[in-house]
Each structure stands twice: as C-alpha cells, then as structure tokens.
Nanobody
Framework: QVQLVQSGGGLVQPGGSLRLSCAAS????????MGWFRQAPGKEREGVSC????????RYADSVKGRFTISRDNAKNTVYLQMNTLSSEDTAVYYC???????????????WGQGTQVTVSS
C-alpha cells in the first residue's frame, strides 16, 4: 500500500522556521522525484519545490527561493522541506507528492501525502 505520511507544520510567528517531513512507503522511492506543494484558501494548489530521484537536482518556486530548502534521504525514504523566514503569505496546507516526472506541476504527481497545515501568524 502506497503511503506518504507527513509530519511537522503548525503555527509559527513571522520570521520563524519549520521543517516538514514526508515518509514514503509502498513504492520504490528512489525511482521517483518528490515535491512539495501548497494550497491556500481560495487558491489553486501550487508547486513549492521538487527534488530529483537521486537528490542531485532541486527546483523552487520564485516565492520561496532562498528561504526554503528541499532534501531527501533515500535510505529513510523521506523527503524534507526546511522553511525559513516564514511570512503570512506562506500560510497554507502543504502536501508532499511523488512523481516519475521532475516537475512542479501538481497534475503530474502520482502519489500524495495527507497534507499538513502551516500557519504563520503573530
């Protein structure tokens, strides 16, 4: 059974940091690119960052460049998203996803995590 189980998230003050984790099981994670996406109320789901199957390539949305860092540990079948200098505009439900394609397009993702809320507020 394919599962992407997310952890992390929560409430943080502006300027703060959070780390999201996504533990995968039920498929060969080393064969898949992984990505993080987010969806704010009333908005479409958007790609935040993705990482290639080997971890050698990463891509970021312009809105998070320099603040977020994606990484993966294939030995642990886990992908991470370190989020720094958070602002209220980062408030959203965050999802991890797996795809055969190295892409920030939600439409190309095959498996999805359950989502986790990130709220940036004072």
């Amino acid at each position: 059974q394919v599962q992407l189980v997310q952890s992390g998230g929560g409430l943080v003050q502006p300027g703060g940091s959070l780390r999201l984790s996504c533990a995968a099981s039920g498929f060969t994670t080393g064969d898949y690119a992984m990505g993080w996406f987010r969806q704010a109320p009333g908005k479409e789901r958007e790609g935040v960052s993705c990482i290639s199957s080997s971890g050698g390539n990463t891509r970021y949305a312009d809105s998070v460049k320099g603040r977020f860092t994606i990484s993966r540990d294939n030995a642990k079948n886990t992908v991470y998203l370190q989020m720094n200098t958070l602002s209220s505009e980062d408030t959203a439900v965050y999802y991890c996803a797996a795809s055969r394609s190295y892409s920030l397009s939600p439409n190309l993702m095959r498996y999805w995590g359950q989502g986790t809320q990130v709220t940036v507020s004072s």
